[in-house]
């Protein structure tokens, strides 16, 4: 696995940009530039894309499962006097896609205030939507948001919560985040194991 990054360790490791320089990433950016998130978009090509990724990802994250490759993703890394900003663009869906598997496993599995569920989520936070001003808020609200996922389908909690402005009904960025999570919590419920989280670095870039 030499060379290759799990969604995590894109946060915690070193990023070769060349053969002799390597950074620490700080945080990933979704320019304005890019377009809104469609992995969880509904109908035809968007249901049978979202189906079969989310099929190869339970499945490397299954007990026997192996380590799945998801290719590339490129940027342009951004320095400022703090800190090193990746600004993506390709593999923002592939990413974003992970950002809410992330979410979802640390929701159903960690308790809060948990070593590995403060890991997950430090990561979440630094994962940056700028496409839209309600996507950057959304994520930012979301990445720190507990609750029981046993109890409620995820977007019938999220659309509950306190933090949640009706102004994001509006934004199809949030709207697909939200199928997809709906979608990650009915393959999570079909699959026996409950430690998924053991095995979230088998999904590598």
């Given amino acids: 696995m030499e060379g290759t990054y799990s969604y995590t360790e894109i946060f ?22 890019q377009r809104p998130y469609a992995q969880g978009r509904t109908g035809g090509k968007y249901d049978y894309v979202r189906k079969t990724l989310l099929t190869d990802l339970f499945s490397s994250l ?4 192996k380590v799945i490759e ?24 592939r ?15 960690l308790g809060e205030g948990d070593e590995t569920d403060r890991q997950i989520r430090d990561c979440l936070s630094k994962f940056v939507y700028e496409t839209r001003s309600t996507s950057t808020v959304f ?28 102004s994001f009904d509006r934004d199809s960025t949030i709207c697909a985040m939200l199928t997809m999570l709906d979608s ?22």
Avoid at 95 to 109: D, G, K, Q, S, V
């Fill in 95 to 109: 990413m974003t896609t992970l950002f809410l598997l992330h979410w979802y496993i640390a929701n159903r599995e």
């Fill in 62 to 65: 299954a007990p026997d499962g």
């Fill in 139 to 166: 994520c930012s609200k979301l990445s720190h948001f507990h609750y029981d996922v046993t109890s409620t389908p995820p977007s019938e909690a999220i659309r509950k919560s306190k933090w949640y402005f009706k």
């Fill in 12 to 33: 915690t490791k070193p990023i070769e940009i060349d053969n002799d320089k390597s950074v620490q990433v700080n945080k990933i950016v979704i320019p304005k530039i």
């Fill in 70 to 93: 998801l290719n590339f993703v490129y940027g342009i890394i951004k320095h400022n006097e703090i800190e090193n900003i990746l600004e993506l663009l390709d593999g923002q869906q």
């Fill in 184 to 205: 990650i919590h009915e393959f999570y419920n079909r699959q026996d194991s409950r430690d998924l989280h053991e095995r979230l670095d088998n999904i590598r870039f």
